[in-house]
């Protein structure tokens, strides 16, 4: 299994569609289609196999699930992780003839995934510097005051320039590191075999990384003790109930449901109470 050009070009589209804003904005390009789960399909949807790329897909997003860009500092590039780490983890399988949902294909993938992510930081900063030349050409034509030229120079700042950082840091490097990722992966089969001491550290890290993800996400959205029970009600779901993300989605629905109905029944109590005593007083005056 290798990746042709035409499969190559196709995945440096979308790297750029990924992290492009003028591209429906953050929500449709980094917050959808640049998240490992997501690309995962595209990226099985491209290489013709598409539970190998969802299966690898939501073993790297595990890694990444809590992933923040604060004041745009980036530990990962998620955008590198998806179109570059992705592929190449498909190939890797396929190479080591690995049952894709297998724990070691999941430790091999988000292996890879992480090794991408971080050279994709390097990608990421080098399109966030090239920026800076495009808006320092729209601030120059905001500081001239004339709006004939501020209407011409504006969209192509936002919406034209952008694509050249874009195809130079994102682009370029996935189509040549996917065509070279055949060779790469064949190295690795022949230099690094399976029951080799280098192959099991890796599986080990990789296996590892998913903790890493979850702890980040835990530090985020819990807030007090009993929050670990609901927290940990999805992992017994799937432990003891052998429920699937699909089941624990709609039971966890379910419950969500009924806590809106019960916050509701809340909010509610102190407007008829409040109505109830205008009522009383009313009826006191009268008499």
Known sequence: MGISMFQAILLGLFACLASLPGMGGTTVGNYTLGRPLVGGLIVGLIMGDIQTGI????????VYIALVTPGGTVSADVRAVTYIGIPLAILAI????????????????????????????????GT?????????????????????????????????????????????????????????????????????????????????????????????????????????????????????????????????LINFKVEQIKLARPAVAAAGAAFDDEEEEDI
């Open 55 to 62: 299966i690898v897909g939501a073993a790297i997003q595990l």
């Open 94 to 125: 396929h190479a080591q003839g690995l049952d894709p949902s297998s724990e070691a294909a999941s430790g091999l993938a988000a292996s890879l995934g992480a090794a991408v992510g971080t050279l994709g930081t390097v990608l990421f900063y």
């Open 128 to 256: 966030a510097t090239l920026n800076l030349v495009w808006q320092g050409i729209g601030w120059k034509a905001m500081d001239g005051g004339n709006w004939k030229t501020i209407k011409k120079t504006i969209p192509m700042v936002d919406f034209v320039f952008p694509w050249i950082s874009h195809i130079a840091f994102s682009f370029i490097p996935t189509v040549v590191i996917c065509l070279a990722g055949e060779s790469m992966v064949g190295l690795m089969k022949d230099y690094l075999p399976m029951d080799g001491v280098a192959m099991k550290t890796l599986f080990t890290v990789g296996s590892l990384l998913p903790a890493v993800g979850i702890a980040i996400l835990c530090k985020q959205v819990i807030q007090k003790p009993l929050d670990w029970v609901t927290f940990a009600f999805g992992f017994i779901l799937a432990a003891v109930m052998g429920c699937n993300l699909i089941c624990s989605a709609v039971i966890a629905v379910f419950f969500a």
